[in-house]
């Protein structure tokens, strides 16, 4: 086939596909109230949830929030094949850096015998568990919507969505869990976002190539 | 392209002839051990990949940057799908071949291949649009279908022709 045949095949095709945010508005909406109805029938939020938003543990889910709002800016930003990560990415390695001194300096406090009983309950398990399972919905909507980008690295792209994903739901999952040291939220939430992350990043090298 | 994003066919397709020229410079500089064939196949990977991706072109970006990543991203992938497969260079056969016709330096193989192997009434829309430079009335009329029916079709036949492209690649 000639180009110029190529180029008129082309040109009469007016129908526009539809850009990453376009498909992002009208799948999020709908994975956040599947993956809420599933938490509000198999999790349900924690007895004491107003006293703990008073308290510090209120950061567990406002943290998490404010990392996915980053990650998911970030993604729709790479799905642009021009684009560069400019501030937003800055902006990302500040907040990881903050979290893992945070982290430092819980553990400098507690010691090692501290991170130990903290982290290592049954509520390790729970967790591990739910933040991926309640990622599912989430991950599969930013996905779907980042397939319809032109990302010059689509393993990158995947993986701040699943990060995004996998933030959003940790906060979720911070209204039903009732762990609040820092020495399990920290390793916890972290080692269950970094599952849904990796399974973005494997994902998106698939999906996202184009 | 902001005209071409809101559906002017015709504003679109001056642009597409107005970039095809800049790309296949761009194509033929990096992939000269391609000959010119392969190059205009990898030319019209990009210019399919600029069609099924014009939405992620921002009205207020400048044009030029993203058309450029395009066009590099698609090019190092089909060089690097190409690298392993043989393409040997005309000139060493040159004396046993008998004199031919220059042939058509915008010609380009694999979009055929990849046309035969959609379904045939996909094909045929594409290559209606394309070789007898049909527009979307005179199909909806040939093949006896509405206008709109026509448009999904032709939509849905390049998106068709750029995954078995992509597939073809692997």
Same mark, same amino acid.
């Given at each position: 086939?000639?180009?110029?045949?190529?180029?008129?095949?082309?040109?009469?095709?007016?129908?526009?596909? &539809?850009?990453?945010?376009?498909?992002? %508005?009208?799948?999020?909406?709908?994975?956040?109230?599947?993956?809420? #109805?599933?938490?509000?029938?198999?999790?349900?939020?924690?007895?004491?949830?107003?006293?703990?938003?008073?308290?510090?543990?209120?950061?567990?889910?406002?943290?998490?929030?404010?990392?996915?709002?980053?990650?998911?800016?970030?993604?729709?930003?790479?799905?642009?094949?021009?684009?560069?990560?400019?501030?937003?990415?800055?902006?990302?390695? #500040?907040?990881? #850096? #903050?979290?893992?001194?945070?982290?430092?300096?819980?553990?400098?406090?507690?010691?090692?015998?501290?991170?130990?009983?903290?982290?290592?309950?049954?509520?390790?398990?729970?967790?591990?568990? %739910?933040? &991926?399972?309640?990622?599912?919905?989430?991950?599969?909507?930013?996905?779907?919507?980042? %397939?319809?980008?032109? &990302?010059?690295?689509?393993?990158?792209?995947?993986?701040?969505?699943?990060?995004?994903?996998?933030?959003?739901?940790?906060?979720?999952?911070?209204?039903?869990?009732?762990?609040?040291?820092?020495?399990?939220?920290?390793?916890?939430?972290?080692?269950?976002?970094?599952?849904?992350?990796?399974?973005?990043?494997?994902?998106?090298?698939?999906?996202?190539?184009? | 392209?902001?005209?071409?994003?809101?559906?002017?066919?015709?504003?679109?397709?001056?642009?597409?002839?107005?970039?095809?020229?800049?790309?296949?410079?761009?194509?033929?500089?990096?992939?000269?051990?391609?000959?010119?064939? +392969?190059?205009?196949?990898?030319?019209?990977?990009?210019?399919?990949?600029?069609? /099924?991706?014009?939405?992620?072109?921002?009205?207020?970006?400048?044009?030029?940057?993203?058309?450029?990543?395009?066009?590099?991203?698609?090019?190092?992938?089909?060089?690097?799908?190409?690298?392993?497969?043989?393409?040997?260079?005309?000139?060493?056969?040159?004396?046993?071949?008998?004199?031919?016709?220059?042939?058509?330096?915008?010609?380009?193989?694999?979009?055929?291949?990849?046309?035969?192997?959609?379904?045939?009434?996909?094909?045929?829309?594409?290559?209606?649009? +394309?070789?007898? +430079?049909?527009?979307?009335?005179?199909?909806?009329?040939?093949?006896? /279908?509405?206008?709109?029916?026509?448009?999904?079709?032709?939509?849905?036949?390049?998106?068709?022709?750029?995954?078995?492209?992509?597939?073809?690649?692997?």
């Amino acid at each position: 086939m000639k180009t110029d045949d190529l180029l008129a095949a082309l040109a009469a095709d007016t129908r526009p596909g &539809p850009g990453v945010a376009q498909r992002l %508005s009208r799948a999020l909406p709908g994975a956040m109230v599947v993956a809420a #109805v599933v938490f509000a029938l198999g999790w349900g939020v924690r007895q004491d949830l107003v006293a703990a938003m008073t308290s510090p543990a209120a950061l567990k889910p406002l943290v998490p929030l404010a990392l996915a709002g980053l990650a998911g800016t970030l993604a729709l930003t790479l799905s642009r094949p021009e684009a560069r990560g400019g501030r937003t990415a800055t902006a990302l390695w #500040v907040f990881a #850096v #903050v979290l893992i001194a945070a982290f430092g300096a819980a553990l400098a406090a507690g010691g090692l015998s501290g991170l130990m009983t903290d982290l290592f309950t049954p509520s390790l398990i729970t967790c591990l568990a %739910s933040i &991926p399972a309640l990622a599912l919905p989430l991950l599969a909507a930013t996905l779907w919507a980042l %397939s319809a980008g032109a &990302p010059r690295r689509p393993a990158l792209t995947g993986a701040l969505g699943g990060l995004a994903a996998g933030s959003l739901a940790a906060s979720l999952y911070a209204l039903y869990c009732d762990q609040d040291t820092a020495l399990f939220v920290l390793p916890a939430y972290a080692s269950a976002i970094g599952i849904v992350t990796l399974t973005g990043t494997v994902l998106g090298t698939r999906t996202l190539a184009w | 392209m902001r005209a071409a994003n809101r559906g002017d066919a015709a504003a679109y397709r001056e642009l597409l002839q107005a970039i095809t020229p800049v790309l296949r410079g761009v194509v033929r500089a990096r992939g000269r051990m391609l000959g010119p064939e +392969g190059c205009e196949d990898v030319l019209q990977e990009v210019l399919l990949a600029v069609h /099924m991706k014009r939405q992620t072109w921002r009205e207020d970006a400048p044009l030029r940057p993203w058309l450029y990543a395009i066009a590099r991203h698609k090019t190092a992938d089909a060089f690097r799908a190409r690298g392993h497969r043989i393409d040997l260079p005309i000139e060493a056969f040159s004396e046993a071949l008998p004199a031919q016709d220059i042939p058509d330096p915008t010609q380009a193989g694999d979009m055929e291949k990849v046309l035969a192997r959609l379904d045939p009434r996909a094909a045929d829309i594409v290559r209606g649009f +394309g070789m007898r +430079g049909e527009t979307v009335a005179e199909t909806a009329a040939r093949l006896q /279908m509405t206008e709109g029916a026509v448009r999904v079709a032709l939509h849905r036949a390049l998106k068709a022709v750029a995954r078995l492209r992509e597939r073809m690649m692997e």
